[in-house]
């Protein structure tokens, strides 16, 4: 009960401005009210605008209205948490654990956009692994830009982490096999993969994801473990297109939502998990590494909704 509060706490503080635009709006819709045709109405607008999406919100609009209909939802204060139990509903609980090798290393490849905050999430996965009493080692492999080798090295020594390069502009893929080859050799628990910053437009750029995905397989058996892709929330609905074209090259096991504590647009957790089927694993809340937390739908959903 107190990691689920500790979970909360963080979440309710980050989605502040969600909760204003869903939760705030929802309940000034439904409380007190009858239900009728043009609450739900508005009841599907309000979901939009929280970008949860048209397909979803639609959908949502259609199971309060056949649970109002057949005389299960009698008023807007029974449809408000009806609609917060539906939607945790949505998330389940299989595949929101990260999955850890039987043997060996278990490989973390981290892929996303540039500017989604997939760096500092590393800090932020390392963390949460290093407080499980987990040693963590990292690959810089994105070789492309110096700055974002040094930026990884900065968090790693805050952390207490070692980081494995390469030279500015080598293969991305040698660096991983160097990785996992050390990772492997020093009996390293997890080791995390950063990947350049691509764009999910860049067919070149994704091609050499792949063939990162492939090296690391063939240095460790089943590598990688987890591919987490890195979405900014506050891109909206292009968040379910990124996930969309980045498992079209390498299959995305999870989601790490980030900046969640700068946009009204938390619902597009909803529309990922509603339209791929993609779970969130871990969510992003501020700019430190204490300010995140492995996704947990009730806690998610309550911070959502709360007063």
Not at 4 to 24: C, P, Q, V, Y
Not at 92 to 111: I, K, N
Request: net charge positive; proline share 4%; glycine share 10%.
């Amino acid at each position: 009960m107190a990691f689920f509060r500790s979970i909360l706490d963080k979440l309710k503080s980050g989605l502040a401005k969600t909760r204003e635009t869903l939760g705030g709006a929802l309940r000034n819709l439904l409380s007190g009210k009858n239900l009728s045709e043009e609450v739900l109405r508005e009841l599907q607008k309000i979901l939009i605008e929280a970008d949860v999406g048209v397909a979803t919100a639609a959908a949502l609009r259609a199971a309060v209205e056949g649970a109002w209909k057949r005389g299960e939802l009698k008023n807007g204060d029974e449809a408000f948490d009806y609609i917060k139990r539906h939607i945790v509903a949505s998330f389940p609980a299989e595949g929101r654990q990260l999955r850890f090798a039987e043997a060996g290393p278990t490989v973390v490849l981290v892929c996303g956009i540039n500017g989604a905050g997939k760096t500092t999430s590393i800090a932020k996965l390392c963390k949460i692994l290093r407080d499980q009493d987990k040693t963590v080692a990292l690959a810089a492999c994105d070789t492309f830009r110096a700055a974002a080798v040094e930026q990884l090295e900065i968090w790693a020594s805050r952390m207490g982490v070692e980081v494995v390069k390469g030279k500015p502009g080598s293969d991305p893929a040698s660096v991983a096999f160097d990785a996992a080859e050390k990772a492997a050799a020093r009996g390293v628990d997890v080791l995390i993969v950063d990947t350049a910053g691509r764009l999910h437009t860049q067919d070149h750029l994704m091609r050499q994801l792949a063939k990162i995905k492939t090296v690391l397989g063939k240095k460790i058996p089943g590598a990688p473990h987890e591919v987490l892709l890195v979405i900014d929330a506050t891109t909206g609905q292009n968040g379910v297109q990124q996930a969309k074209i980045f498992s079209e090259t390498t299959p995305v096991t999870g989601l790490f939502l980030t900046k969640l504590d700068g946009t009204a647009k938390g619902g597009v957790a909803v529309a990922i998990r509603a339209q791929l089927q993609v779970p969130v694993k871990f969510v992003g809340t501020g700019e430190t590494p204490d300010d995140a937390a492995p996704f947990d739908p009730g806690a998610f959903v309550e911070a959502m909704f709360s007063a």
